[in-house]
């Protein structure tokens, strides 16, 4: 489900554009990207009801791009949580620096580690 209350089935195909586009010109294989859409649909299809909100989805992405690249994660970061100013990412990069769970956007699920610590 969206932000705004629409409705629409999950998209596999868009978990790994985000993905790819956050990781460009990153050392990331397409594997990589693939295994990590691979889990998040498994999460999502793991969840005891059947709609999934777009925010959990969103905040499974960004752990997993945590684990996988910092400088992945704070691309798609930027754009997912709507950083406006310098600030924000300073916020962000602190918390990578200090290793401190990510900030949440707006509701973010309790969920298990996608991957091993590396985000």
Not at 23 to 37: F, H, L, Q, Y
């Amino acid at each position: 489900m969206k932000k705004d209350g629409r409705r629409e089935p999950f998209d596999r195909d868009k978990v790994i554009a985000g993905m790819t586009k956050a990781c460009e010109k990153r050392p990331i294989s397409r594997e990589a990207v693939d295994d990590a859409a691979d889990a998040i649909e498994r999460q999502a299809k793991d969840q005891l009801t059947e709609e999934v909100p777009t925010s959990h989805i969103g905040a499974w992405v960004m752990e997993a791009l945590r684990g996988m690249d910092e400088v992945a994660y704070v691309r798609f970061a930027s754009v997912y949580k709507e950083f406006h100013d310098a600030d924000s990412f300073l916020k962000e990069i602190e918390s990578l620096v200090r290793n401190e769970p990510a900030p949440s956007a707006g509701e973010t699920p309790q969920q298990t580690t996608l991957f091993e610590s590396q985000e």
